[in-house]
């Protein structure tokens, strides 16, 4: 099949995180004629393994995932599972099914290759489940490589950086909790003290390479009683480390330091994904003026693989992702497999 058909019909099948039933069953009908070692990776993940005989292993990554948008992109082959693939990752599973069906015919390449379909990239979790299943220490990987459809870059150009490309990101929850009352009566307001927590993370928490928004504020039930319960949500996104461990213990003494009392919870979505300088150089594609405060947990592989490269691919001017009328033009996606066939010298 080509391309632009896996690309549509995975498209129609988008599914959420971690129940992509469907979308795995379709991706494993494909690689069960092209010769290659299927392995599950938990529910629905799956790597294609093309194993040539050679001393070192090439991975690629491609997303399984959608999300949980009304599609409005007006599309003959639109989603119209309450779900959506508004982050390219339809894109991204047909170019490496292409890459794999290229390989099978072919039979042959400077290195063995490992081709694996990631589950839940946009939950908490994905490589993370692809890693504790222990496929990468029963299968030796020397580098790793991504490729992510993106707005507002020359279309069809390939782009990424050595070193930081995408910024850590870790999600907080904070629950002020308080006796409440009416107007007259003297307590603590729940939302106050929500709200002077969401003015610290805007104007002073957000220093150096750290960026957070509050996007979700809930409280109060009735307009003349103080709120006795009040929740606010959010994002910290950050390039070094150290500045993300930082801004956690700031903003959970903050919060701790209000007249409610409070429970903050904060998890680790996945820390900055450091590129490969070899890798990166030794491709020479676009390099991008700044690293962006995007998150992606492609960085999670960094841990158990030497080499990772994440590289950009330019959609033009499209809508953003993660909206309802996100869409791009196909032939990109031949950029992409063109660059994916470079690695693997076929």
Not at 56 to 72: G, H, M, S, Y
Not at 119 to 139: M, R, Y
Not at 228 to 256: D, H, M, Q, V, W
Request: proline share 3%; hydrophobic share 40%.
């Amino acid at each position: 099949m080509s391309i632009v058909t896996y690309r549509r019909e995975l498209h129609t099948l988008a599914e959420g995180g971690f129940c992509e039933f469907e979308t795995s069953k379709y991706i494993k009908r494909v690689l069960a004629l092209l010769g290659c070692e299927i392995m599950t990776l938990g529910k629905t993940g799956l790597a294609a393994y093309f194993d040539f005989g050679k001393n070192k292993t090439v991975a690629f990554r491609a997303e399984l995932d959608a999300l949980p948008i009304n599609e409005e992109t007006g599309l003959e082959f639109a989603a119209r599972t309450g779900y959506m693939h508004a982050c390219g990752h339809d894109g991204h599973m047909a170019m490496l099914l292409e890459l794999c069906e290229i390989i099978s015919e072919r039979n042959t390449a400077k290195t063995n290759v490992l081709a694996i379909f990631q589950p839940g990239e946009e939950l908490f979790g994905g490589a993370e489940s692809v890693i504790k299943t222990d496929i990468f220490k029963n299968i030796k990987v020397d580098e790793m490589y991504t490729i992510h459809l993106r707005p507002n870059l020359t279309i069809g150009e390939l782009y990424s950086t050595s070193g930081v490309i995408y910024c850590g990101s870790s999600e907080f929850d904070i629950a002020f909790l308080s006796n409440g009352g009416h107007i007259d009566a003297n307590v603590t307001d729940a939302i106050e003290c929500a709200a002077r927590t969401i003015i610290y993370i805007k104007d002073e928490l957000c220093t150096g390479d750290v960026r957070a928004i509050s996007g979700v504020i809930h409280g109060g039930a009735a307009r003349n009683i103080s709120a006795p319960r009040a929740e606010i949500s959010g994002t910290l996104r950050y390039f070094l480390p150290s500045s993300g461990e930082n801004a956690k213990l700031k903003l959970t003494a903050f919060a701790e330091g209000q007249k409610c009392a409070c429970h903050v919870a904060i998890r680790d979505y996945a820390p900055p994904q450091n590129n490969s300088p070899e890798l990166f150089l030794r491709y020479c594609i676009n390099t991008l003026a700044s690293p962006l405060y995007f998150a992606d947990d492609f960085s999670h592989y960094s841990k158990v693989i030497p080499k990772t490269l994440y590289v950009l691919l330019g959609a033009g001017d499209v809508a953003p992702l993660h909206t309802s009328k996100f869409d791009f033009d196909e032939n990109v996606l031949f950029s992409g497999v063109s660059f994916y066939k470079r690695i693997l010298n076929i």
